[in-house]
């Protein structure tokens, strides 16, 4: 009987420590959206407002295009991984938004992270684990939606690296941490 006991009493504890292990990936993605937030509104606020329109050939998107388009892809990239409902189509912000300021790019930008950032928060392990299909094509658990979101989000910011640098702009330090 004290072996069952004891193994019962083990078997509880690596739940509770595997529990907490994966509760702890839901906070560490939250922190990791929060650290793009602040990184992402760098290279917004070193880009000055004249700029916004600058593309490096003409067939490419402008600073303001580059940076909706990253906000399109939180949009519709947190709803497929959370079931959310986006407040906007796939691609609109880029393709119908009008101002496009710095005051108004900036705005946009850091609502479509809060979106992101929001809705992690309401992920469960059990639900980041689920499998869904991403754009009605690829499968993949829920975590790894919300990791190709991540690196969607990282290139286009990191493409905007050469936008800075052609305004005359110093980019950002790095934001690893």
């Known amino acids: ?12 504890a690596l739940g509770l420590v595997q529990f907490a292990q994966a509760q702890s990936s839901v906070d560490e993605t939250v922190k990791e959206w929060e650290r793009a937030k602040a990184y992402t509104n760098e ?10 329109s600058l593309k490096p050939t003409p067939e490419m998107r402008s600073f303001a295009e580059q940076m909706l388009h990253l906000t399109d892809g939180n949009y519709g990239f947190i709803a497929a991984a959370t079931g959310a409902k986006s407040p906007y189509g796939q691609g609109e912000l880029e393709k119908s938004t009008t101002d496009k300021s710095k005051a108004n790019i ?8 809060d979106f992101v950032i929001d809705n992690v ?3 469960t392990p059990e639900k980041m684990a689920e499998k869904t299909k ?43 941490f």
């Not at 009987?1 to 509880?12: G, I, N, P, R």
């Not at 290279?43 to 916004?52: C, E, I």
């Not at 900036?106 to 992270?113: I, S």
Request: with cysteine.
């Open 121 to 123: 928060k309401t992920m």
């Open 1 to 12: 009987m004290k072996a069952v006991y004891l193994f019962s009493t083990l078997c509880l």
């Open 43 to 52: 290279y917004l606020d070193a880009m000055p407002d004249d700029k916004y």
């Open 134 to 176: 991403l754009f009605n094509r690829f499968e993949m658990s829920r975590a790894m939606v919300l990791t190709k979101l991540f690196e969607h989000q990282t290139h286009h910011r990191g493409q905007t690296t050469v936008y800075l640098r052609l305004a005359g702009v110093k980019p950002p330090q790095e934001k690893l």
């Open 106 to 113: 900036t705005k946009l930008v850091l609502a479509g992270y």
